[in-house]
Structures are given as structure tokens and as C-alpha cells.
């Protein structure tokens, strides 16, 4: 049986004798934390054709557009239910002066944005256009700061601007920019990445700097946004143990950023396509240390705010490959391929489970820029496999989260490493059903998972699947539907439900009773 083993493996056949299915059990009875919505947000930044080219085309462009923003893209990312967009960076957040992104555009000064590419930024894009796109979406808004080159004064008289309803001189200058009534200002962060591009400090100075800023940082008690202190990164948790206790002014959250390398080396990250399966490997075992990173967070912030008012929003995540060859190096343009899914789902279902304190997310980011959901040149326009895996997702947001039990899982092992096998989440959707999303790491082997609903008897399930015959499968403009998920339903048979997870795959199902 053991010589047998490796041969099996190597034709691909499963060899786990059948009493040692994978089951997943999910209790029903036991409801834990909503999973807000905007854990499934988005970030827009202004960096290479994230925005210009990508989003914007300006209202005097061929492309259909309102209002300067592309009506394709934009109908996409409605139809993604996009709950929350993060803007306008990132690193470039520090640098922005937001009186330069107001008033007529033709008169808006021309800088250099030295952070991506070193290339013009006209400020086309200003608050008031951020805001159109927000609420063409639907969407909450975050807006992030600028510390690293800003002054408290300028903070506070954006945070005016944006949402004084008063006759005052900054109030009035937004309605003759075209805005009578104040914009919805969700969430407002102070700052970015304070440990690197926003001004290399320590979390003890950052904090001093947060609590005076945040200071001044007043609006009309209405209109007042969830406040962020920007925090920490990868296995660093010395920003949340800081912050937690020394930036207590009015904070709602501290921030997080974690990205996936398949190397986990900055100067030689991976390729996006056409990699290895030790790559397809790595990739895995790097995406599931979120989880290592946020339990040790969170272990922090239920030490030190046991009364969990803070949020843990992991306000930057997603996969960072090499440059596409022949692309500005300072664009991040890169593929996004099937693996770039399952690493969505992999990293929903670690935030479902810490959904109390995960209260909001941005994976990095919207349009062609790291792990888009869209890509587009010209006017031509695609959906990425992530794109798919957030669609997939949508049943879970501001669902009840639902224990939800693996036995039995089969690791998935290669190059000397080991993953689970099964990633499991399940939540009672806003409309009473149970959905279960299950995804399966292994990129060769079918998984046969038994589903349970602990007391309570299932019939069948409904829902879609995404997977491809390549690790690195993903759309072109050629091809833009290569990779798309498809229907999948199972019949309960004598009491006994089967999920044929495909290899490689992202699963969302809704439990027939
Ligand atoms: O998302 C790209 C960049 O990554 C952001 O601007 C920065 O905050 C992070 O380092």
C-alpha cells in the first residue's frame, strides 16, 4: 500500500480510502459575528492606469462614460456589489493636497506623482469625481489623509470641506464647485504606511502625530466618519500594541497590510503567469499566514480593548508578482490568473472567522493595478478570476458568519510544504439561506467533501464554480471569457450530501433544506 501510494498520487487518482472523506460540518444553531460588507471593499489609488485610463477617461472622451467615468467599468463594479472604496492611496495619500483635485479641471495644477512611475498627475481626479464614482457604485467612502507632507490645518479644512453644512467660506467653496450638500465621508484614515513610504516612524511618534492630528479633526457629529489610525505590517504587531493604547482619540480601527509574494522576496517576487506549481505552493502557504497575522493582531486588541470598539481593517491585501514585462516597473500592472481567486476566497474565509474584529477591507486594487478585478486597455475592458471569485461571494455580505467544521481534510503537499486542503466558511445570508463557500488548494486533485448542517436535514445545494484546466488560467481581450464560474448543484442521496470540489476551486453553494 505505501510503495502504491506515490504512483497513485503521481496518475492524479485520489487515494484516501473512502471512510476518510472530508466533512464539513456547519452548526446553524450557533450564529456568530455579521460579516460587514465593506470586508469585501475595494482600493483605488492614484497609481498608473488604476485610475486614469482604467476608471476615468474624463467626460470629453470616445469611451461611453458619466460623468468622466467609464460606463463598462463601472457597470461591472456595480454588478460586483462594491460596498466601500479606499481613495486616493496608498503611498500617494502622503502626498496629496487635495485644494490641487478642486474647481475647474483645466485649472488644476499638473505634479509629478513621484511614488508610481514618476509620470504627470493632472488632479482630473479630485474629490469631487471621487465622490460621482462612489455614489454611482453605491459605495461607502473611505478617504485617506495625507500625514507624511500635510498639516493638521490641511486635514481638518478637507474634512470641512467635505462635510460642513454651514454657510462657512470652505462649505461655500464646495457648492460653487458644484456640490450643495456635503459628501458621505465613511471612513478617514490618518496617513498610510507611516512605518515606510509615509514617513518612516515609528509607531510611538505616529501615535503622538495621530492624536494631535485627530485633534482637529472635527465634522457636524452627523457626518462624523469612522476614524483610522494606520497601522502595522506582515508579522509587525508592535503598530497595534501601540496604537491600541496610545491612539485612543476617537479611533474606530487600526489598519493592517499584508501582501502575497509567492517568493515572499520583494526583489524576486514570482511571475503572475506561468509559474511553477512550488509557486502555486508558496503562494498558498504565504496567502494563509494572514490568518497567523490577524489572530496575533486581534489577540492584542482583545487585550488591550476588551469592550472591541476597534475595527482591524485590513485596509491593503492581495497578490504582489513581478512587473509585467514591458510595463511601466512603477505601474504594477500585473495578470491575474486562477490562482489569484483562490486566493481571494482562501483570504475571505480567514475574515469570516474574524469578522468581530474585521470589520472592513481593501484588496489591492480595483483596476489594473496588483490583484485588479478588472483589466482594461482602450476602451476594451475584462474580467479577472478574482473578479469572479467577489461575485461568487456576495451572499456573504453582511451575513451571519456560522461555525463551520473541517475533518478528516486531506493536506495539500508539495516542495517539502503543507496547506489544508479544504478552506471552509458558511454564513446565513440576508435572505435566511445557508451559504458555504469551499475551496480546495490543491491544484491536481479532486476533493469529495460531505457536507453536514448539524441537526437539520439538507436536500441539495445551488451555486457556481470556479476553476480551469491551468494554474494559470485567466482572461485575455482575445478570450475574456476563458475563465468564468459555472453553475454546480448536488442531490442529497440517503441523507448524505457529496460535494465534488474540482482542483483548484473556488465553490459558493446555498444549502437547499
Ligand atoms: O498598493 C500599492 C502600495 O502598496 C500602496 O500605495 C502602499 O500603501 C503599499 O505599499
Wanted: aromatic share 10%; proline share 5%.
Amino acid at each position: 500500500m505505501n510503495l502504491l501510494k506515490p504512483t497513485i498520487l503521481a496518475l492524479g487518482i485520489a487515494a484516501l480510502p473512502a471512510f476518510a472523506q472530508v466533512s464539513v460540518t456547519i452548526d446553524a444553531s450557533k450564529p456568530g459575528a455579521v460579516i460587514n460588507k465593506n470586508v469585501y471593499g475595494q482600493f483605488a489609488e492614484h497609481l498608473g492606469t488604476g485610475i486614469y485610463e482604467g476608471i476615468w477617461v474624463g467626460p470629453q472622451s470616445k469611451i461611453p462614460n458619466t460623468k468622466g467615468w467609464r460606463n463598462d467599468v463601472v457597470g461591472a463594479l456595480k454588478e460586483l456589489k462594491v460596498p466601500l472604496v479606499r481613495w486616493p492611496g496608498g503611498c500617494f495619500a502622503d502626498e496629496y493636497h487635495w485644494r490641487d483635485g478642486i474647481g475647474a479641471r483645466n485649472k488644476r495644477p499638473v505634479k509629478v506623482n513621484t511614488h508610481w512611475g514618476g509620470v504627470a498627475e493632472d488632479n482630473a481626479v479630485g474629490t469631487h469625481e471621487f465622490f460621482d464614482l462612489a455614489e454611482m457604485l453605491g459605495a461607502e467612502t473611505y478617504v485617506n489623509g495625507n500625514l507624511g507632507t500635510g498639516t493638521p490645518q490641511e486635514m481638518a479644512e478637507w474634512l470641512e470641506y467635505m462635510t460642513s453644512d454651514t454657510k462657512s467660506t470652505l462649505a461655500e467653496q464646495r457648492r460653487k464647485n458644484g456640490r450643495a450638500k456635503p459628501f458621505k465621508v465613511d471612513y478617514f484614515a490618518v496617513g498610510n504606511e507611516a512605518w515606510g513610504c509615509g514617513g518612516n516612524m515609528k509607531p510611538e511618534y505616529y501615535a503622538g502625530l495621530y492624536n494631535h492630528y485627530a485633534t482637529f479633526l472635527k465634522t457636524p457629529p452627523s457626518a462624523r466618519p469612522k476614524m483610522i489610525a494606520s497601522g502595522g505590517n506582515d508579522n509587525d504587531t508592535k503598530w497595534t500594541e501601540v496604537l491600541s493604547k496610545d491612539a485612543a482619540r476617537g479611533t474606530d480601527g487600526i489598519s493592517f497590510h499584508y501582501y502575497t509574494l509567492p517568493t515572499g522576496v520583494w526583489e524576486k517576487k514570482g511571475a503572475a503567469t506561468a509559474f511553477p506549481e512550488s509557486e502555486w505552493m508558496s503562494t498558498m502557504a504565504n496567502t494563509l499566514r494572514m490568518e497567523d497575522h490577524i489572530r496575533n493582531n486581534v489577540a492584542i486588541l482583545d487585550k488591550n480593548d476588551p469592550q472591541k470598539k476597534l475595527g482591524f481593517y485590513v485596509d491593503e491585501w492581495g497578490t504582489w508578482y513581478d512587473v509585467e514585462e514591458g510595463t511601466n516597473p512603477g505601474f504594477l500592472f500585473q495578470r491575474n490568473t486562477l490562482r489569484d481567486a483562490v486566493v481571494a476566497a482562501l483570504n475571505f474565509n480567514i475574515f469570516h472567522a474574524y469578522a468581530e474584529r474585521v470589520r472592513m477591507t481593501n484588496i489591492a486594487q480595483m483596476v489594473n493595478v496588483l490583484q485588479a478585478m478588472i483589466i482594461t486597455d482602450k476602451d476594451k475592458m475584462l474580467l479577472t478570476p478574482t473578479y469572479h471569485a467577489y461575485k461568487m461571494y456576495i451572499p456573504f455580505q453582511d451575513a451571519t458568519s456560522l461555525p463551520s467544521t473541517v475533518s478528516n481534510d486531506k493536506l495539500y503537499t508539495a516542495n517539502g510544504k503543507s496547506v489544508p486542503g479544504i478552506s471552509a466558511s458558511a454564513a446565513r445570508g440576508k435572505d435566511g439561506k445557508v451559504y458555504v463557500a469551499l475551496v480546495n488548494t490543491n491544484p491536481r486533485e479532486t476533493s469529495d467533501v460531505v457536507l453536514n448542517l448539524a441537526g437539520q436535514n439538507v436536500s441539495g445545494v445551488n451555486g457556481q464554480v470556479l476553476t480551469s484546466e491551468a494554474m494559470d488560467a485567466h482572461n485575455t481581450f482575445d478570450k475574456p471569457q476563458a475563465i468564468k464560474p459555472v453553475p454546480y448543484s448536488a442531490k442529497a442521496d440517503n441523507g448524505k450530501l457529496l460535494l465534488k470540489v474540482p482542483a483548484k476551486a473556488v465553490m459558493v453553494v446555498a444549502v437547499e433544506a
